[in-house]
């Protein structure tokens, strides 16, 4: 298994984001084998929440299909475990504050070990709340990976400081999903950010197009990428993999 | 931010980075402006010349002669200006929001109460209004979406989810990561992340300071239970906060059962729910195993949450109040009760808080004195429990 650092080492991340078990979990996993072998460096699984408040309306129905399924954080354990042996990419688990800490903090990260989970962002939980669920994500050597906004302003040194795994930053206001135009200076934000960490950093929210792929990442060391995946999944369900892998292959590409 | 906004191990600020700033800017506003004189009498103002405060402490006498024990005084926080106790955090959120320079306000909203008290406060200041509204409660409370129409705000309907309330607190959040600047989000309950708890708590503390003040007067005591409803609970907190330090007072909070606790079909967070972290907060909610939220139930709108407010999580925890569930059918019952006893209609919100008194009050001696808040008025209401009793009525 590779390090989340190894893992922007070859060139710009490509960092895929998929929902575990839209619309199922075997799905899921042939996706995540898929896209590794499409380029991806990093991937990034989220865990469905009956209630994400960060999400817009693409990754919300994700969710909500997932959750239908009567798919289990124990479910994509397993999973996890098995798509572990087949995949050597870092996988990094999304998902919000009730899904980890009703587990148990200390038991969910003690899982993300043993199944091979090396990062774990969690969209409700800022810079004040971080360290109930970093100090036991530490003893598991598993990152809790910090975000910057637009709005960070002054906030992005104290969060850089301490981010861990890479800096995701988010790309512009508002919720994920598909946007035209990224009008933030990112640009700004992470030279910021830099002066601050070494670690690498990320921008997410907004890019479902090769020219914003581009873009982005000659801003950056990589990009996530969510919803416009999610909307592959969502088109074709069960047989979205070869159209999910060739979408990972132009993007990939794009930021090579 | 100086306090950690924390009511034991509840509270904090669980929300996404985008909004932080929002939050600590709101913070900064409020401790600066809410020992500030001027910005006081311009409140205290509003509170009596605009929302016709203070409300009336009303001794029900027929009430008490039927149920043959406690003297039992209702605050009638149905009499404002909208008819329920939600202007007062209203009012108080927009004054703040106006001084922050704030020029368009958002909030989500249940049975309607809160999204009309802040259409009708933005009408008033003249700002920018945008209601977000459950479906199925735009459903159940029509009425209530016209009058927002009418008072010049935008009503939008929210579809995910259970279509109701926390759906709408859901859409409301990501409303405002998407417009920061110039938008105020006036959260309508003791909930969400800090400083929210801590400011509508402070502007609902109106209800118990009144309260205090109108008993002293008309019985020279203080009461021996204060009983309201609770949903996020801004009326009980707001009921409950001046007596806090008063042992004596018993503070109850009655909660919707909705078909009963023992069934799905609830919202009854104190009884049924377990610790988690939601809607910015850390407290109890109504969730499955692995921490997803419940779809909870109950014929009221407005205490149609699945979770309740980090300071009554942690007044339960040290055991200063206490939380007892209501179903609706005993809410229908007490409904109807004070409307043919008193010829007050409270609204179904309320009711549950009117059903409890009906319970305790006969076991209480005759010098001893309830205080029930009735949060809000029943005219909304009329319909849904006509329907509800089999009566084929629509607005």
């Known amino acids: ?256 | 931010m100086n306090t950690n906004g924390r009511y034991g191990i509840h509270g904090g600020q669980y929300i996404p980075e985008t909004l932080m700033n929002a939050v600590m800017e709101l913070d900064a506003a409020y401790r600066k402006f809410k020992d500030d004189p001027d910005f006081n009498r311009e409140l205290t103002d509003l509170f009596n010349n605009y929302a016709g405060r203070p409300s009336r402490l009303y001794y029900a006498e027929h009430v008490t002669k039927d149920l043959g024990g406690a003297q039992i005084f209702l605050k009638r926080e149905d009499l404002n200006h909208t008819g329920a106790h939600k202007i007062n955090n209203v009012l108080g959120q927009m004054l703040l929001a106006k001084h922050m320079g704030k020029t368009r306000v958002i909030a989500e909203t249940g049975a309607g109460q809160h999204g009309v008290a802040t259409a009708t406060v933005a009408a008033m200041m003249g700002m920018e209004c945008e209601v977000f509204m459950g479906r199925e409660d735009c459903e159940r409370q029509a009425l209530n979406v016209y009058r927002m129409r009418l008072l010049g705000a935008k009503v939008h309907p929210v579809d995910t989810g259970t279509a109701t309330l926390k759906d709408a607190v859901s859409a409301t959040f990501r409303e405002w990561t998407t417009r920061i600047a110039d938008t105020h989000y006036v959260l309508g309950s003791v909930m969400g992340p800090a400083p929210f708890p801590e400011i509508v708590r402070d502007f609902q503390a109106v209800i118990s300071k009144e309260i205090k003040q109108q008993l002293h007067d008309l019985c020279g005591k203080l009461p021996d239970a204060v009983i309201a409803c609770v949903g996020g609970g801004s009326n009980a907190i707001g009921s409950f906060y001046n007596f806090i330090n008063d042992p004596s007072v018993r503070l109850i909070g009655c909660e919707a059962a909705g078909r009963g606790i023992d069934t799905n079909e609830t919202a009854a967070t104190i009884s049924t729910g377990k610790l988690g972290i939601f809607h910015g907060m850390k407290s109890y909610f109504c969730q499955d195993e692995y921490g997803q939220i419940a779809p909870v139930y109950s014929i009221s709108a407005g205490l149609d949450y699945p979770g309740i407010g980090p300071e009554h999580a942690y007044l339960h925890d040290i055991g200063r109040a206490e939380y007892v569930a209501i179903t609706d059918d005993e809410a229908v019952e007490a409904f109807e009760y004070l409307s043919r006893t008193e010829g007050i209609i409270p609204a179904i919100e309320s009711a549950h808080a009117v059903s409890y008194a009906m319970k305790i009050a006969p076991k209480m001696s005759k010098d001893q004195i309830i205080v029930i808040t009735i949060s809000g008025r029943g005219d909304k209401d009329v319909a849904a429990i006509a329907r509800y009793k089999g009566e084929n009525l629509y607005e």
């Open chain 1, 1 to 256: 298994m590779n390090s989340i650092r190894e893992a922007f080492q070859n060139g710009k991340a490509f960092i895929p984001f998929i929902t575990c078990g839209d619309p199922t979990l075997e799905t899921t996993k042939k996706l995540a084998i898929a896209m590794e072998e499409a380029g991806a460096d990093i991937i990034e699984l989220g865990i469905p929440f009956s209630d994400p408040t960060a999400e817009g309306p693409v990754i919300q129905d994700a969710n909500i299909r997932a959750l239908s399924n009567h798919i289990t954080t124990d479910d994509i354990f397993a999973m996890v475990a098995d798509l572990r042996k087949e995949v050597k990419v870092p996988l990094v688990f999304m998902t919000y504050a009730n899904v980890v800490f009703s587990y148990g903090t200390e038991k969910f990260a003690s899982e993300c070990k043993r199944i091979g989970i090396c990062g774990l962002i969690l969209a409700d939980v800022p810079f004040e709340e971080k360290k109930e669920f970093s100090s036991v994500c530490d003893k598991y050597g598993v990152d809790l990976i910090s975000m910057i906004a637009p709005t960070s302003n002054d906030r992005i040194a104290v969060i850089a400081r301490e981010a861990k795994g890479f800096l995701y930053c988010v790309s512009s206001l508002g919720v994920t999903g598909i946007r035209t135009d990224i009008t933030t200076d990112v640009g700004a934000m992470i030279s910021n950010a830099k002066k601050n960490t070494d670690i690498p950093c990320a921008i997410g929210f907004g890019i479902s197009t090769p020219e914003q792929a581009t873009e982005m990442a000659s801003k950056s060391d990589g990009i996530i990428v969510g919803s416009a995946i999610v909307k592959i999944c969502a088109k074709y369900g069960e047989n979205c993999v070869p159209y999910v892998a060739e979408f990972v292959k132009t993007m990939k590409k794009a930021i090579s």
